[in-house]
Nanobody
């Protein structure tokens, strides 16, 4: 199973980026998929997740109204559309998927992880 993120980069404050997470060897359908982010020296934090079976989504308060998570069943890909970016959004963004025990808000819930894509807002 592989999750490969792409779409990160350098963007000015107020700008937009779209992150992609393509899965191979496993289907994202009827599962949970999420985006987390991490700044060096800090804990990984949940940004958004989606229950792909029903399209139910969750967003952390600090991204509500600015980020949108979505799932493309045909492409087996999860996206994170990020708008109105702020310098504090700068981080390594990780894709996660799979169903485990506990809460989908926690990193320990997810079985599979990508290697991350860097987002820098400056």
């Amino acid at each position: 199973v592989q999750l490969v993120e792409s779409g990160g980069g350098l963007v000015q404050p107020g700008g937009s980026l779209r992150l992609s997470c393509q899965a191979s060897g496993w289907t994202l359908s009827d599962n949970y998929a999420a985006w987390f982010r991490q700044v060096s020296g800090k804990d990984r934090e949940a940004v958004a997740h989606i229950w792909t079976a029903y399209g139910v989504t969750y967003y952390a308060d600090f991204v509500k109204g600015r980020f949108t998570i979505s799932h493309d069943k045909v492409k087996n890909t999860v996206f994170l559309q990020m708008s109105s970016l702020k310098p504090e959004d700068s981080a390594m963004y990780y894709c996660a998927a799979g169903v485990g025990a506990g809460s989908p808000l926690r990193a320990s819930f997810y079985r599979f992880w990508g290697r991350g894509t860097q987002v820098t807002v400056s």
